[in-house]
């Protein structure tokens, strides 16, 4: 729809671009000016042209690590989605306890990154964490600081219990806009439980789920703080995603320039995987 | 096939329900014969959509029982009713066809692939559909979309009764006219128990056989769609039904005269002394506009062109009233008078209908 | 005060929504849009309140172009299909707030609030929430809202169609009276043509984006210029025959009556309301077989089938017969209008021109 057109609305965007430019643009250009040249400090720069990036994609310290993190999103998305569509098809609709399971799922939200990190650390410590030290009690070998399964097991635990709330709010707000007539319909039609979700709230969420997909991918690619502090990407670089990595080269290596290379390969593999997946989910929302 | 019956059924949705008031439907007798196309019409509140939710199994009522034959199905829940029901909006499976969308009901129930197959072809046949069958229900049209909730409530073919609550509310004049007669069509083809629940006049009469209208959670009067007009039992009944509804005039009645505005008018009856509120109701369409001393008084404050007939806004005395002319007559210049078609009036007590035959036999 | 279209079209990604359209709306009158859903009623009315920008032509509001002007600096005000309210403010101030956005004086603002509350009949419930009152009351407080302001131009569309039938009805009889105090140019929107006649003033009709006939209502409802108009209004639907044309004699199977048209195949329509079950003179005598019958009250549509045609007869009183049954219907030739074989009108019924 064109309106009458008032081009005075402009002038109200700018303060944002100008904000924009400063915290986005700026930086990002300092990372591409980065990645295309060499310096050995003293302000000295030597054009490197592409060579940064081609280290970076040969290198297979860098490969193996973006392995572990697909490795590690899939698996998240694997759990946290149907889990938490499945929290929320079992939450109360309405009523005291409706508000009160709703306050519940928020709590884990409204934790910061590094003191989940905290938590678990300490929460799965074998010598003095509740859950580490029952396990050993139960005669379970449990150590992520010296086991990589059980790193993972934790770390993904951890994030498991740190966002499924958020899958399963954003759902439960998608099946709370399905009209009671819908139920009601499916009742009359004998329509079984699987069939109700599969023909109405699976279709009723699919807006909610797109996003749930994307926060989670992107949250998930993106994850640091939290395997950080439990693991510090251990034992050896089992746990060492993406992230985590690209921290070590830049800031314990000082190897900006790969450092630079890889920050821009890991925002646009993001970048690219996201877009696939609103293709992909809006493509069958038609 | 069913006989519905309702026995002593109320419903509060209050824990404890203690005054009048907080009844939504007040205790009430009623059975609908099997076969039957009935239609419950009042307005919004009036405890007509809890009554079709009790029918349905949506809600089970505080008192009473709800019989289908002779069965108690008051506990029952609403997919061991065996019933089918359309909806105010349309209900489609989005991301079935058309086809699937039809097929639903009969292939939960188990029915074999080739019989569904069947019963969807001619179903589609019935609402006009067949052209659409295997197209996605979400890209269609309201109208569209309402037609196969229609052709969902009648697919199965041994259902014990077909609910519609308010169904062509989405759908344009021109559409209700064809989907309407297909509904009695399809009715007078399957003798399925049909009930139709509706804020609209037209709709229900021209749907029931019988009308069952609603008022303030009880029923004021069932009958036929003639009955209702031409004898409402409550003065409710008569302002609801008809358009314009019925007149009403506060009137003093002496044996077979009514003193109504400072005129008196003949009555085709004669009644007894009559104690309480009462009133003469009379509808538009039984009036006739006159002059000089006969019938009523009646000053004329605006004059509406409907096509086939002229509504005719006034008052008499200080009570508002109107008539209906057809087309072709001509507004006398000197109208000034109105004069009731006395077989056409009745006399109200209290806002219920007096019925002289049985005043005389009583006085 | 008058609203001019000169050739207003709109066109979304190729389609046209809107065919060039040229309207005159007269100061201080009631203007109907007439036509079904997704006819462009909606459509026309963001054109005229300056919601959306026309692809063609210009719009002027007493003579001044305000084509390119924002809805906000036009003296419009629109009314919705729902109660659109603001739901934690008392009724009270609903209506008041457009003049404080208007930062209109205190005591004024009472003054036209108390007013226009009457007007509406909402003085009793001032102090209440929207959510508090009835469907028509909501809807009257929407429309208190609308004409407060003082606007020019008041945009309703479909503005009865969530009330029950009762509610419309009574709304319906006091719209002309608002409207009349009001003194703006009313726009209404209807899919229902006994509201455009209820209504009065002038028609538009609109079949599929088009305005087919504009101008006073009753003239319009009686002197279609072509079968899509008189096909929007009417209800039950206009019934339609094939006829021809011999010498100045058009006949319907046997039945001829004079007509002075050229030879040739024309549609006679007529309208339900004109088929009689009772013999008149001169009325032509129709065969057909009665497939249906409904009950509306004093009247009774009878459905019936003649050769390919189906028609809708309305007929006075309680009627009952046999369904299946052949009977005779009879039909004035002063009712029937003929139209081309492309669906102009060739020949207004006679009976119309005399009124």
Redesign the interface.
Known sequence: MDKPVNNRAWFLVLPVLLLVAFSAVLPLMTVVNYSVQDTFGGNQFFWAGLDWFEEVLESDRIRAALGRQILFSAIILAIEIPLGIFVALNMPKKGIWASFCLVLMALPLLIPWNVVGTIWQVFGRVDIGLLGHTLKQLGINYNYVNDAIDAWITVIVMDVWHWTSLVALLCYAGLQSI?D??Y??A??????RW?VFR??EL??MQGVLLIAVLLRFMDSFMIYTEPFVVTGGGPGNATTFLSIDLVKMAVGQFDLGPAAAFSLIYFLVILLISFVFYTVMTKEAK | MTRITLENLAHSYLPRPSHDDDWALKPMNLTWEDGGAYALLG??GCGKSTLLNII?G?LVPSSGRILFNDRDVTGL???ERN???V???P?V????SVRENLA??LK??GMPADQIAARVDEVARMIGMTAVLDHRARRL???SKQKI?LG?GMVRQDVNAILFDEPLTVI???MK?EL??QL??LHRRFGHTMIYVT????EA???ADQVVVMHDGRVVQSGT??AL?DAPEHTFVG???????MNLLDAQIDGATAHIAGAQIGLAHGYAPLSGKVQLGI?P?FLRLGSGTEGLPFTIH?I??????R?I?GKVGDADMNV?L??AQEIPADASRIVPDPGRAHIYVDDWRVDPPARERAA | MTLELRGVGKTVDGMEHIHPADLTLQPGSMNVLLG???AGKTTLMRLMAGLDRPSSGAIFWNGQDVTGQRVQDRKVAMVYQQFINYPSMSVYDNIASPLRLMKVAKSEIDRRVRETAGMMRLTPMLDRRPLEL??GQQQRCALARALVKGAGLVLLDEPLANL????R?ELR?EI?RIFEESGAIFVYAT????EA??L?GNTATLWEGRVTQFGP??RV?RAPQDAVTARVFS???MNFAPVRLESGQAFLGALAWSADLPDGAYQAGF???HLSLTETPDALPLRVVLE?V?????QT?M?FRHGQDQW?G?I?G?QRRELGQELTVWLKPSHIYLFTPEGRLARAAPYAAAA
């Open positions: 009209p007539a819908y009601q319909a009742r009359i039609d004998q329509a079984s069939k023909y109405i279709p009723k | 307005a919004s349905s949506l829940p609403t997919a019933i089918a029901q909806f105010q909006f209900v499976y989005d991301t079935m639903f009901p939960n129930r049209t309201a109208d909730s969902r344009d004049p021109h006219w309407r007669t009695k069509d804020h609209d006049q037209t009469l021209t749907f769609p003639q007009f302002y609801f039904i008809g358009s314009p509804g509808r369409e605006r509406e062109d409907v096509g086939h007939h509504i806004r209906i057809p087309e | 079904p859903t997704l009835s469907g029950d039938y009762k509610l009805e009889a002309p899919t229902e043509p006994e006649l209820l009065g209502t009753p409802y209800d039950p639907p309208r339900a309301a249906s409904e009950f509306t009250g004093a549509f459905h809708v309305l006075e309680v």
